[in-house]
């Protein structure tokens, strides 16, 4: 995976992912293997201390887990936690299903 100005890229080709999914794709990426909860990722990448409806950040995860498809990564849901960005486990995962 590259990024490139604003841009991620997945074996050469474009995710396509819109401002929001980049900013949460980077700062995932940048802090691979830590949790964060859906409240300090609503301040992180919205700058909100919450957002009013939680479904928005699980639907921006759900949209770059499912670009993330084939590159060995995925945001994982740690129950009672938060996500997290790693390395799959096994090609078997099916990473849509991690959100």
């Excluded at 995976?1 to 995932?28: I, S, T």
């Excluded at 949790?35 to 919450?50: G, R, Y």
Aim: hydrophobic share 45%; with cysteine; aromatic share 10%.
């Amino acid at each position: 995976m590259a990024v490139v100005a604003g841009r991620a890229y997945l074996h050469g080709a474009d995710l396509l992912l819109n401002a929001k999914e980049f900013a949460l794709l980077r700062f995932l990426v940048q802090n691979e293997g830590k949790i964060f909860s859906k409240e300090a990722l609503d301040e992180a990448v919205w700058n909100l201390p919450v957002l009013h409806d939680a479904r928005v950040i699980k639907s921006h995860l759900y949209r770059v887990c499912a670009r993330l498809q084939g590159s060995g990564y995925n945001i994982e849901t740690v129950r009672g936690e938060g996500y997290r960005f790693g390395p799959a486990e096994s090609k078997q995962n099916n990473v849509r299903a991690k959100v």
